[in-house]
């Protein structure tokens, strides 16, 4: 609707009754403990004839919004020229349970095969790359994104917020960066070279209020 997304969550966080702290936008919840405990609280009431509707509906939620994920990359790959290039993620393995992330989810793409790509895991072990086996790992997200014709970020994992976004775009052998988990500000893309995409926002409406409530701000000479 052209609204951002992040100014709607913080004014729905100041009702207490709700809170600031759960309301990015990404690319679905993943991990080891809501998949695990939501699929139980549904399958326990069944068991009792006690349907939990509200927590069924959750579940079939989040994997929908999984899946409506990478239509999103290969939809900014053909536009950008750059169908069949391979692509770049950024994302956090975890471990014997990586499986359930909403990162092992975009690899598998909309048709649930495996996709072919590289991926960035710092804190992961070989777990993952046992069940990702058409996926090269590097330890480092430079060396993952050298050659790259799109870059998709999928974890807020703290390495990657501090990229050098320039470098990122120098390395890259395209300049699509897209970011899943509104990590980076408009005004931290300017200048890099990159075509940068993110959820629920526009990057140039965005960089255009951050001016403005610079200059608003600026003291007078």
Known sequence: MGGNVQEVAHAIGMDKRIGPKFL???????????????????????????????????????????????PRVVKAAQEGGLHGRRARHGFRAQYERYPRGAGARHHRGPSGSWADGQSARPGGDETAAKVLSRVDWYHSAYDAVRGAGVTVLITEWNGYRALDLKKVSELMGGNIFIDLRNVFAASDVEGSGLVYQSVGRSPTRDMIRERRLRYAWEPSP
Request: aromatic fraction near 8%; proline fraction near 6%; charged fraction near 20%.
């Open 24 to 70: 990015h936008a990404g690319p679905g919840f993943g991990g080891s403990c809501f998949p695990k405990d939501t699929r139980a609280f549904a399958a326990t009431g069944r068991r009792w004839d006690a349907p939990q509707g509200l927590i069924e509906q959750v579940v079939a939620i989040n994997e929908a919004r999984k899946h409506a994920m990478a």
